[in-house]
């Protein structure tokens, strides 16, 4: 089975713009989630999804959003970009939402804002 | 809310030395916890879980059992070898919830 796919791989963009990534899950996992990367923050949660609808956001502002389409392909749009938005943006597929289901991490995209 | 505390890096280690990387967690209820293991340039990688007390998870040598009492789970090796060289994270995931809850991640440093 192919991995967790992300694209694209690298990204420089500069203030103001926006952006929109993708992901696409292992085949047959319905849920995607999404995460920022930062060396002064860590790893933190972005959203999740699961059959097209958002079950749980993390504590981002609401130019951070995503959507889920029907064949589980996620995509992220981060919009009005600061530098501080710069990070890799991990994308995870499990099979089902919560739990301790298994979450297979795609190799990110790296978002660099001028 | 719910925390996870790893021992701060880097850590350089002589190959096939012991490993150990201490992780404690915050956490209502009863969690399950992860290591994960993210190669250079790469995504992360799960490299063992516990869903429950004293259950001990394994892979590729790595051990970390599951402790309620002490709310840990840290992480071993008993001989490292200079292609476990990476950044390891702890995490944790709440009973009901969506998200994993990461450490600040702990850089291994294995040298010949």
């Known amino acids: 089975k192919a991995g967790v796919t992300q694209t694209p791989r690298y990204l420089i963009k500069t203030r103001g713009q926006q952006v929109t990534l993708s992901c696409s899950p292992i085949s047959g996992h319905r849920s995607v989630s999404w995460y920022q990367q930062t060396p002064g923050q860590g790893l933190q949660f972005l959203f999740e999804y699961f059959s097209e609808t958002q079950r749980n956001k993390g504590n981002f502002p609401g130019r951070f959003s995503g959507r889920q389409f029907s064949n589980s392909r996620s995509e992220m749009n981060v919009s009005t970009l600061e530098l501080g938005d710069s990070a890799l943006y991990l994308c995870?597929?499990?099979?089902?939402?919560?739990?301790?289901?298994?979450?297979?991490f795609g190799p990110g995209t790296r978002l660099t804002v001028l | 809310g719910d925390s996870v505390t790893q021992m701060e890096g880097p850590v350089t280690l002589s190959e096939e030395a012991f490993l150990t990387i201490n992780c404690t967690y915050t956490a209502t209820g009863y969690p399950s916890l992860f290591w994960y293991v993210q190669y250079p340039g790469e995504g992360l990688q799960l490299l063992l879980k516990?869903?429950?007390?004293?259950d001990k998870g394994s892979n590729k040598g790595f051990e970390a059992t599951y402790r309620k009492e002490t709310t840990s789970f840290h992480l071993e090796k008993g001989s490292v070898q200079v292609s476990d060289s990476a950044v390891y994270f702890c995490?944790?995931?709440?009973?009901?919830?969506?998200?994993?809850?990461f450490g600040k991640g702990t850089k291994l440093s294995v040298i010949p």
């Open positions: 995490a944790l995931k709440g009973a009901g919830s969506y998200q994993l809850t």
């Open positions: 516990a869903t429950k007390a004293d």
């Open positions: 995870a597929s499990s099979l089902r939402s919560g739990g301790a289901n298994e979450q297979f």
